[in-house]
């Protein structure tokens, strides 16, 4: 049972371009939100991340929005760089849970 | 002065032999994690300990066995190992605090049983 969805699986944009990539997610209790950043040979890392009680959080060119009431939230990269290919997880826990359940992952290629 | 430290990086061994794989945080944090990612990049966690006590066992065959000697360590042990067992297996920590939830990742230890 995928308690996260995500998609699309894969994404090709532009130099420039914004992708924008979706999770939907079951459980109501969830209230962290983080996206991970995955470059081949290595581990995940923090993105940015979000709770429930804002609609919207920007860290530099990288945005989540998260809507509480349709249980999805997405990923916006801003002037998308070809050093932003990777592989973009969304995840989901509830505070007291050891728990991060991720997304399928997306693979984003951002070409010159 | 990585934040968390797993060895080996690479991991290639035949089936039915047993290997363990280790790992180290720096970061002070209670909470340590197994997950593995497979050939599809879906990650999923297998265990979870906290403060050196298992606090999830995600219906991993029993084959693989996790071990805390300590606050900053956690081993996975593998037995008799299987072509399925083929896979990045990641290793993380974290505080668990509302405030600061944050997971910080290994490099991750590909495993290739042929």
């Known amino acids: 049972q995928q308690q996260v969805k995500q998609s699309p699986q894969s994404l090709i944009v532009q130099k420039g371009g914004i992708p924008i990539i979706n999770c939907a997610y079951e459980?109501?209790?969830?209230?962290?939100f983080p996206w991970y950043q995955q470059f081949p040979g290595k581990g995940p890392a923090l993105l940015i991340a979000?709770?429930?009680?804002?609609s919207e959080k920007k860290e530099g060119r990288f945005t989540i929005s998260f809507n509480k009431s349709a249980k999805q939230f997405s990923l916006h990269i801003m002037d998308s760089q070809p050093g932003d290919s990777a592989t973009y997880f969304c995840?989901?826990?509830?505070?007291?849970?050891?728990?991060?359940?991720f997304g399928s992952g997306t693979r984003l290629l951002v070409r010159p | 002065d990585t934040a968390v430290s797993q060895t080996p990086k690479y991991l290639v061994t035949q089936m039915g032999n047993d290997k363990s794989i280790k790992c180290e945080q720096n970061?002070?944090?209670?909470?340590m994690y197994w997950y593995k990612q497979d050939s599809k990049k879906f990650l999923k966690i297998m265990f979870s300990?906290?403060?050196?006590?298992?606090?999830i066992n995600e219906t991993v065959p029993n084959r693989f066995s996790p071990k805390s000697p300590d606050k900053a360590h956690l081993n996975l042990h593998i037995n008799s190992l299987e072509l399925g067992d083929s896979a990045v297996y990641f290793c993380a920590s974290s505080p668990h605090d509302r405030e600061n939830t944050e997971a910080f990742f290994g490099q991750g230890t590909r495993l290739t049983v042929v």
């Open positions: 459980n109501t209790a969830f209230d962290y």
């Open positions: 979000i709770r429930p009680d804002v």
């Open positions: 300990y906290n403060n050196k006590e298992l606090i």
């Open positions: 995840a989901a826990k509830y505070d007291s849970s050891y728990k991060l359940i």
């Open positions: 970061l002070g944090h209670d909470t």
